[in-house]
């Protein structure tokens, strides 16, 4: 079930999410990748990411078990300054494509590589539509792109309205989305149907933390247990089956498996239609 971008390339069914890990970033990406994830998703933004300590989990990889930087998908972020602290990746008094070019190469560097597979724009700078900022970024993302520095390049916390923006009007259109996936907004319905148009990849996240009323839904654990998995795996395989690609912030390696086995879960379009439909059923 890999998902294909529109420029062709091919992505791993899921990915580990590294943020929030702290000081056990190196140790968690490690057993993520023992674990089997051969796709990973970090940040250029020390708030909530250590992309530095994702780099060093690939060294001990690569010296403990032949790691081959090939067998990996990396996806990073260029973070704006209205999302970072004082530790900015790069000179936040500079022009906004000069931050792009040095976020980037300071993410090269993190991660020991001289490419990343997708490098994403963590938000746009408003939450209504696209300002020139916005535009600003984007180009320099899309040299980047032309450049070779990235395989394929996405946007992050993004509208309906912004994506159909961007896609209308640049250059170079996303091949990734990545947002937080809530039930209740029919699991990003409006942006997952803008995604199918595009051939854009869209990956869902917080899909278990964004989401306690669904996954406490007694159908929908009626559906688990018919299936014999846990109903994070369910959801995990939902996500699937409608297209999405689903990340996962585990920090426990039985999770990890878990998780990825949910990629073997075969649903009935009866099971995803009642599971696109819990958080309005949940209302009445
Ligand atoms: N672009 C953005 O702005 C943005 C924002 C937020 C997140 N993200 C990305 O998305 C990633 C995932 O986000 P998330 O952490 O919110 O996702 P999540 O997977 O929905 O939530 C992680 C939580 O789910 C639990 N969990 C995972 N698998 C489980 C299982 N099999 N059984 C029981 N519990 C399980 C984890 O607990 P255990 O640790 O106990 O397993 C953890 O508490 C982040 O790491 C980051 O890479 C991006």
């Given at each position: ?22 000081q ?20 250029n933004?020390?708030?909530h ?57 300071s ?5 020991h ?11 746009p ?18 040299e ?25 009007k640049s ?17 990003d ?31 929908v ?7 014999r ?8 395989a ?47």
């Amino acid at each position: 079930m890999s998902p294909v971008a529109y420029n062709q390339i091919a992505v791993p069914a899921m990915m580990y999410g590294t943020a929030w890990k702290k000081q056990a970033t190196s140790e968690l990406v490690q057993k993520a990748v023992e674990a089997g994830f051969t796709a990973i998703d970090t940040a250029n933004q020390l708030i909530h990411y250590d992309e530095a300590l994702v780099g060093d989990a690939l060294v001990l990889l690569q010296q403990k078990r032949g790691l081959k930087r090939e067998s990996l998908f990396l996806q990073t972020k260029f973070t704006s300054v209205d999302g970072q602290d004082h530790r900015t990746p790069y000179d936040a008094s500079a022009p906004r494509a000069t931050q792009v070019v040095q976020s980037m190469d300071s993410s090269l560097k993190h991660l020991h590589t001289d490419f990343i597979d997708s490098y994403v724009l963590h938000g746009p700078y408003s939450r209504n539509g696209l300002i020139a900022a916005d535009w600003e970024v984007w180009s320099a993302i899309e040299e980047l792109y032309k450049a070779g520095k990235t395989r394929m390049i996405g946007i992050s916390n993004v509208s309906a309205e912004q994506l159909s923006q961007l896609c209308a009007k640049s250059t170079v259109k996303p091949m990734m989305v990545q947002n937080r996936c809530y039930a209740a907004m029919g699991w990003d319905y409006d942006v997952r149907q803008i995604c199918v148009e595009h051939n854009i990849i869209y990956q869902g996240f917080s899909l278990l933390t964004a989401n306690g009323q669904a996954l406490s839904n007694p159908a929908v654990r009626a559906i688990a247990t018919r299936l014999r998995c846990e109903v994070t795996q369910l959801i995990f395989a939902f996500a699937m089956h409608v297209g999405m690609l689903p990340l996962t912030g585990t920090t426990n390696v039985e999770h990890m498996e878990q998780d990825l086995q949910a990629e073997k879960l075969v649903l009935t379009l009866e099971d995803i239609e009642l599971i696109e439909n819990v958080a309005v059923a949940s209302r009445r």
